[in-house]
DNA sequence: AATGGGTCCAACCGCAGAGGA
DNA sequence: ATCCTCTGCGGTTGGACCCAT
């Protein structure tokens, strides 16, 4: 009774996308701009289902799109997002906007999830004889997931790009002009208002998290550099100077309310110029569990920006566990 | 060189929510 | 209120690739 799968039409290609068809439809979104892709096939001629199209588009040739290996940095936020927020992938990817939600979840499931649980059964391989355990977030050692293998990841980190991989980040790589020159897609909306919104929300829900609260798919309201109208819109270096965790300063953790902690996290807003509404970044109220401390020294690193060594060194896992 | 197993990731699937008619 | 379309999201999978034998 439930409706078909919208790709099951006969005539509808599957598989990997052609650098021609990449071609046919980054021209037709130039010309008519991302949304309503319902109607992408039919004016394409593509034989590709619309759902294909926008993903394609979203994960793939939508400009501003970084590929290839993640940092140390963007792995501890990532770990730690997950930690925070479970796996909303399009949560965790709208604090880090150059990157899709598809490709961090790709991330974590093949690489990130056997480091931590390495590095869990590495803990909990001395938590005999010590304290040490404790430091391992609770939403860590819950994960009932993680799978156990520990085969060599890293070796294939860099194998990832093929050539034609590299040909749609050039295809990326050309639309970068088209966006800062094209109208504003009906769907963009400023990122400031966006964050105004969760801030709003923030204060309205006590400053508590929820899944809600965090933005979600940034990717769509990421505001057009240099835009035409000019009005209160961010200039590219505003928008990027008040990422998440970008420049993270200040991590507070409140644990004047028994039953919960909260911890707030700002950064500086230096290059904005304001530094009072787009301050708090990420509030959570986080239900306190039994043993978990408030913030381990592993969520501290991941925060930390001047910690990458330690996040590699940690992430590397080295045989002193 | 052949091949079999392991790994990775691009792409697909199915569901749910939003919004309009 | 209901139906339909569109879009977003998270989970899953198939094929390509790598490596050891």
């Not at 909990?124 to 010590?130: F, I, K, L, R």
Request: aromatic content about 8%; hydrophobic content about 25%.
């Amino acid at each position: 009774m439930g409706r078909p799968p919208c790709c099951d039409k006969v005539g509808v290609k599957k598989g990997p996308w052609t650098p021609e068809e990449d071609i046919i439809l980054v021209s037709y979104i130039q010309e008519h701009g991302p949304g309503n892709w319902r109607s992408v096939p039919t004016n394409t001629g593509l034989l590709r289902c619309s759902k294909s199209c926008r993903l394609r588009w979203t994960n793939y040739l939508r400009p501003g799109i970084k590929r290839g290996n993640f940092t140390p940095h963007e792995e501890g936020m990532i770990i730690h997002l997950q930690a925070l927020l479970g796996n909303k992938w399009a949560a965790i990817a709208s604090y880090l906007p150059q990157r899709t939600d598809n490709d961090i979840k790709n991330y974590w499931n093949t690489h990130l999830k056997k480091k931590l649980k390495k590095f869990q059964s590495a803990m909990d391989s001395t938590a005999q004889d010590s304290t040490t355990s404790q430091f391992i977030p609770k939403s860590f050692s819950d994960r009932k997931s993680l799978d156990f293998t520990t085969e060599s990841s890293n070796l294939r980190l860099s194998q990832t790009s093929t050539t034609y991989a590299s040909s749609t980040e050039n295809i990326s790589r050309l639309l970068e002009g088209w966006m800062r020159t094209s109208p504003k897609p009906s769907n963009t909306i400023l990122l400031k208002e966006k964050l105004d919104q969760d801030n709003d929300r923030l204060e309205n829900n006590d400053r508590r998290i929820c899944s809600s609260s965090v933005p979600t798919s940034l990717h769509c309201y990421r505001p057009k550099v240099e835009e035409e109208a000019g009005g209160d819109l961010m200039s590219h270096e505003d928008y990027e100077s008040i990422l998440p965790f970008e420049n993270l300063n200040n991590v507070v953790w409140d644990k004047s309310n028994s039953d919960s902690t909260t911890v707030t996290i700002t950064k500086d807003c230096q290059n904005s110029g304001s530094d009072e509404d787009h301050s708090t970044i990420l509030t959570e109220k986080k239900q306190k569990s039994e043993n978990t401390p408030p913030l381990s020294f592993l969520e501290k690193w991941l925060l930390d920006e001047n910690s990458t060594g330690q996040v590699e060194e940690i992430m590397e896992l080295s045989p002193i566990f």
